[in-house]
């Protein structure tokens, strides 16, 4: 299984405090961490250590940050030839809170900005030899919805992750093969509509997540299915759904049904937030293997 991601490359700035901070409020933090993440990073990261073969496309900063990240990626077995280095321009930056089992987000798009146009054109033909392409919203749209169209008409399948929120026109729905918002993401996108009823409206395209509640699709048979999420030590949240995206798409592009790949991507997910840093706590496929058993 061949996959290429076209998205994000952070630098998480990670500060670890007993509760979330209010409006105004100052709190002293017990810790402050620097790790890899971007959500485009993240799903390659879960993707490669499951056994996938992975090249990331995008752009990253010619400073520290950059060159760690990208030692970063090459470390886990992910294809870094691609991403594109920018001068004048810094590496991707997110500052997260971690604290009450659940974190806060606010990412500095940076280089990340520069996957363009311009860009997208340079690498566009090389989409056409991966078994599936896999997008999220932390690079611009514009160059989504190019990616998604080019490889609609070239009839290479696309995993669409529509995070951090946005509107996704009706035309860039019907191209993609699978879009997986939160229930969040997926109001936005759609509307105030009964999850069920909108579920079944795209059988076996649309998949919503729902946190501690777990994971639903419907078949192509109009049966609505829920995936629950695995009981899992809660450490850190950050990445967890990047995990379950990066997993999802493995395994669907193995050849799995979507319900067989939501089964294995919940209990990648599960496992991912029993450890610190986005990629910090994603697994292996051995170790999925033994949770499963388990």
Known sequence: MK????????????????????KGETLKGSALNYVSGGKGANQAVAMARLGADVT????????DNGRKL??????????????????GIPTGLAIITVA????????????????DAEYFNSIKESLKDFDAVVLQHEIPLDTVHMAVSFCFENNVPVVLNPAP????????????????????????????????????????KLIITQGSRGVSTCLESGEVITVPARKSNVVDTTGAGDTLNGAF?????????????????????????????????????????NARRN
């Open 100 to 115: 009450e089992n659940d974190n806060t987000i606010i990412v500095v798009g940076g280089a990340n900005n520069m996957v």
């Open 3 to 22: 996959l290429a991601v076209i998205g994000s490359i952070n630098m998480d700035q990670v500060v670890t405090s007993e509760r979330i901070p209010g």
């Open 165 to 204: 929120a946005a509107k996704v026109p009706q035309e860039i729905i019907d191209k993609v093969t699978y879009i997986t918002p939160n229930e969040h993401e997926a109001k936005i996108i759609f509307g105030d509509l009964d999850v069920n009823e909108l579920l079944k409206a795209y059988p076996e």
């Open 70 to 87: 990208l030692d970063s990626l090459n470390k886990d077995g992910v294809n870094t030839s691609s991403v594109k280095v920018i001068d």
């Open 249 to 289: 798409s493995a395994r669907i592009a193995a050849g799995d049904s979507i319900k067989e790949a939501l089964e294995y991507a919940n209990i990648a997910a599960g496992l991912s937030v029993e450890k610190f840093g986005a990629q910090g706590g994603m697994p292996t496929a051995e170790e999925v293997e």
């Open 56 to 63: 990331m496309f995008g752009c990253v900063g010619n400073d």
